[in-house]
């Protein structure tokens, strides 16, 4: 089984799959951003050197690399979580994180969308802030963040109509009663969807 | 003129249906998923069975009958609505009812969406449970059917930027003064469409 | 850079076209509506005599008059807003402004929605009444220009996951402190977009 697994940034998708990992052997877990970074700096080494540097390549050139990287993931066996964004906000707007090539190589049976409570996303945020991470990031207020999980809910769905798979959205909006409530559940929600056979 | 004509399950689209043939006899109805399962049996008479069996096949096998169903929709001449969902809830999410392929070859005019009151989708399917009906299918709270239902107009608008085609929304959310008031007023609303001419 | 500018009709974006050109030299406004038109008249001069009847059309003549202005806008150099419509709203539904095969040869950096608050499209379609303009489109209320701009939300999505552009939501819902600043506002950031290099 693929799934390509999807939430805004600084939410807690990375502490999930750690989660998932702790509980099961059987998984690959793949960062497609980093897999399309390798992937930049081996054809481009002379502009590319920072993940950032990815998206000043020109759109055909980009798009290249995402098929060689979408053409990787599709040869690994077994359970595969695809970790990446149904689109990237910019100050330009919301970029789409997939394209309907990719999606043809990779045949995912499904986009998982984690949609967290904006708070939640914030106070997360900050808290990384404070820690020294996501300090270049710009902060976004509870409305943005509840527009961009909105906007990613549309992207998921036309991919899905175009490319036939399962949108499995997982609901992290409820009060957790104690740390890591949600990562715990979101794991034992995504073991299952590992576990069914389409 | 075709028309796919969509809403969430036991809300009344299959009335809706009955009054439209009641009302014209210049029509034909046709049910997708019947087509699909007829055309399953035939094919693998081994596994299919149950209406629910086609699900069990290979994406590539499903995929393969759609579109066979799809060819012998596009045969029927005069008015044909195409009674089928935009999505199916499923506990592994959201799956497409359609796919461009099929949207291909049938070449709508339009998709209707019928959007409907989630109390009056709760009522209508309590009352056919207490007559023995919908007996297999999961409760679902007023939430979930506003989701799908979101869920389903998100699906529609893809297939309509994928295949041009028009997307009718039907409202039904108001309260009915009397009973079968909605049924009235969709089939209607439906017929004004067949009657246009694009 | 070539952004396809949308909004919902009697809100303003002609009057935003107007600033950008007072604006600054370095841009081509082109309006897709009557490019269809003037490609619809020199094909069928018979049929076609004002803009509206270019819907009359059959749908695969429509569509190729489509693709030729679509050529035509491709070729354009320089800065180009394409001014049009994610979908337009008529009596048998919304119907898309676009095609996948338009979007694939105009190959548009970005798609710009202007979103408007629905008070203050309903007093500017008022305003233009009363001057004699508009007096053949039906009347809106709040709910429906809520639906419409929610619906072109969609498409413009739709569009962005099929061909892979940005998509930039200019929020101007908010009150305006003195005439115009949305329109001010809006060209600014649309001046943002056309200096960035992708």
């Not at 089984?1 to 939430?7: A, H, P, Q, R, V």
């Not at 081996?42 to 998206?55: F, G, P, V």
């Not at 066996?77 to 394209?99: A, Q, R």
Request: include cysteine; charged fraction near 30%; proline fraction near 4%.
């Amino acid at each position: 089984m693929k799934f390509i697994l999807t939430g805004v940034p600084g939410a807690g998708k990375s502490t999930i799959c750690s989660k998932l990992v702790e509980k099961t052997s059987d998984i690959h877990i793949v960062n497609y951003g980093d897999m399309i970074f390798e992937e930049a700096k081996k054809l481009y080494s002379n502009i590319i050197q920072a993940r950032e540097d990815t998206r000043k390549l020109p759109r055909k050139k980009y798009k290249d690399i995402q098929i060689e990287a979408a053409k990787k993931i599709s040869l690994i066996e077994g359970n595969v979580i695809i970790d990446t964004h149904m689109s990237l906000k910019t100050p330009y707007g919301f970029y789409p994180g997939l394209i309907p090539e990719t999606l043809h190589i990779i045949q995912p049976d499904g986009i998982i969308i984690l949609e967290f409570n904006p708070k939640d996303v914030i106070t997360r945020r900050e808290r990384d802030r404070a820690t020294g991470k996501r300090l270049t990031r710009d902060r976004e207020s509870e409305d943005e963040i509840v527009l961009h999980q909105q906007v990613n809910r549309m992207y998921a769905i036309s991919y899905s109509a175009i490319n036939q798979c399962y949108i499995k959205i997982i609901d992290l909006t409820w009060p957790q009663e104690y740390e890591f409530q949600h990562t715990e559940f979101a794991a034992e929600k995504i073991l299952q969807l590992l576990n069914f056979r389409i």
